[in-house]
């Protein structure tokens, strides 16, 4: 069974940047699309981005698309986020997830807080 923990989030002023990991345990991650999620206080968790096993495959949503990165290394058993240009409504929880598009695991999250 494989087990997803992220790292890297904080708290960070608007326009700077953050990079979450994403390293799972128990099993290789190279099967799985994987993606992250972000849920803000009082809202629903919605999509952020996605990455097919080799890499090939990305897709973002709209509110993110050009300013954050999605990647992996399947060798480091690793996802990584980067994040540019953070915005105050960037303010989450963000999950990492395996088995999109029906995610079957999901990590703890970790709080990104951007200040105005």
């Known amino acids: 069974q494989v087990q997803l923990v992220e790292s890297g989030g904080g708290l960070v002023q608007a326009g700077d940047s953050l990079r979450l990991s994403c390293a799972a345990s128990g099993r290789g991650l190279s099967t799985y699309v994987m993606g992250w999620f972000r849920q803000a206080p009082g809202k629903e968790r919605e999509f952020v981005a996605s990455i097919s096993w080799s890499g090939g495959s990305i897709y973002y949503a709209e509110s993110v698309e050009g300013r954050f990165t999605i990647s992996r290394d399947n060798s480091k058993n690793t996802m990584y986020l980067q994040m540019n240009s953070l915005k105050p409504e960037d303010t989450a929880v963000y999950y990492c997830?395996?088995?999109?598009?029906?995610?079957?695991?999901w990590g703890q999250g970790t709080q990104v807080t951007v200040s105005s």
């Open positions: 997830a395996g088995g999109l598009p029906d995610p079957d695991v």
